[in-house]
């Protein structure tokens, strides 16, 4: 096996592991409408900034209607919803994330990105 497909097949356990911890923290159930079954976690964040890949704090555990095809709230169909319901309901989960991406507002000083996944919250 080369180092890169090493590498990722390491990466999906990690962002498994991360998937798992996050939908045990939220009680595997759908953090906007209580739905307990076809949870998923949702990253807030594209976990593509792999800074934030594997942040507990950016990630939400959701019912697979409310994740991709709820237009009234969806992070994927309406995320300006999403931002505000997340605002509200998690507020220090809301306030964490947010810390990161005001930078964004001078997308020149942003920092977002990086080569390495986190791992301390794993
Ligand atoms: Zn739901």
Same mark, same amino acid.
Do not use: G, S, Y
């Given at each position: 096996m080369n180092k890169k497909r090493k590498e990722r097949i390491e990466c999906h356990k990690k962002l498994c592991e991360w998937s798992k911890l996050v939908r045990q923290r939220d009680g595997n159930q759908c953090q906007i409408c209580g739905r307990k079954d076809f949870i998923i976690s949702h990253h807030i964040i594209p976990?593509? *900034?792999?800074?934030?890949?594997?942040? *507990?704090?950016n990630g939400v555990a959701l019912c697979r209607k409310c994740h991709k095809y709820n237009f009234s709230i969806s992070p994927h169909r309406n995320a300006l919803a999403f931002c505000f319901w997340l605002q509200k309901v998690k507020p220090s989960q809301y306030d964490y994330l947010k810390s990161f991406l005001e930078p964004i507002t001078k997308p020149e000083e942003a920092k977002l990105g990086g080569d390495e996944i986190r791992t301390k919250d794993l």
């Open positions: 976990k593509e *900034l792999k800074q934030f890949a594997l942040d *507990l704090n």
